[in-house]
């Protein structure tokens, strides 16, 4: 149980970082909000091609939880440790098996929706979760208190907490991605660092999950700039029928899915 002297030194420290993020925010409303105004980053994946790619995985392995190439790109991008229990182990992309009601089985990839409203950002008592002007959901783990409202907030499950350090389940680290420490949430950043660097380098951006399903998958993750009309993910949703995660919430989540043909 926290102690009354804990637990006031623990408020205290919160309503001091709550002050701070206003220079953040007026930050990404000033100088970076003329760069990102025109971005609007979003993912768009095809359930029929990821349940393809699935049950050839399952089929060559023999294993049920077999990780695609998507999951494996990002767990290594990002730093994403790997823990032999399963009940805090990090997860910033995973593949759930779903049935509908013709007793189907198909595969869906779930991360963080990177919500216009995003909830989590609304309730983080220290601002520590907070949204670019480009759409993209950060997390700064150095003002993370781990007090995990943003998980309860999250309708998604798509945040994770670290009951260990990261590091006791990484066999490699890649320096470009900030480890994270115990006692903290993470989750996806659509690999925001990729996307910053090649933005600056003129170049388009693509999260190493959408690299790796290109190159290793069946191509059924599309990344791109909603913002641009032109861009192949505008394209999609315009001649599409695509489904959002709970869109009755009113998050209006940055993630879409082609539903099975």
């Given amino acids: 149980m926290i102690s009354r ?16 993020p206003l220079q953040i925010s ?21 359930i029929e091609k990821c349940t393809e790619c699935m049950r050839e995985l399952i089929k060559k392995t023999g294993n049920e939880e077999v990780k695609p190439p998507c999951v494996v790109a ?18 910033w992309m995973r593949i759930v098996k779903f049935k509908n009601k013709f007793g189907e089985e198909f595969y869906v990839p779930l991360l963080c929706n990177h919500c216009e409203n995003p909830p989590c950002a609304q309730v983080c008592l220290t601002q520590a979760t907070f949204k670019r002007s480009d759409g993209i959901v950060e997390v700064d783990m150095h003002r993370c208190i781990g007090c995990r409202y943003c998980m309860i907030a ?3 499950g798509s945040r994770s907490y670290n009951f260990k350090d990261p590091r006791e389940g990484l066999r490699e680290v ?50 791109g700039n909603v913002n641009d009309p032109n861009s192949g993910i505008s394209r999609i949703l315009k ?22 043909r």
């Fill in 26 to 46: 007026a930050k990404s409303i000033g100088s970076e909000a003329k760069n990102e105004a025109k971005r609007r980053w979003a993912m768009v994946a095809d």
């Fill in 74 to 91: 990002c767990d290594r991008e990002n730093n994403v440790p790997e823990f032999e229990e399963k009940e805090i182990d990090p997860q």
């Fill in 154 to 156: 999250c309708p998604y």
């Fill in 174 to 223: 890649n320096p470009k991605v900030p480890m994270r420490t115990k006692g903290v949430v993470e989750k996806c950043t659509f690999c925001v660092h990729r996307v910053d660097e090649a933005i600056a380098n003129g170049r388009e951006p693509e999260p190493a999950c959408v690299e790796a399903c290109r190159k290793y998958g069946k191509n059924s993750l599309v990344f």
């Fill in 239 to 260: 001649e599409s029928i695509v489904i959002q995660l709970r869109p009755e919430l009113g998050t209006d989540p940055h993630v879409y899915y082609l539903p099975k």
């Fill in 5 to 20: 002297r804990r637990f006031l030194v623990l408020v205290g420290a919160s309503a001091a970082m709550a002050m701070l």
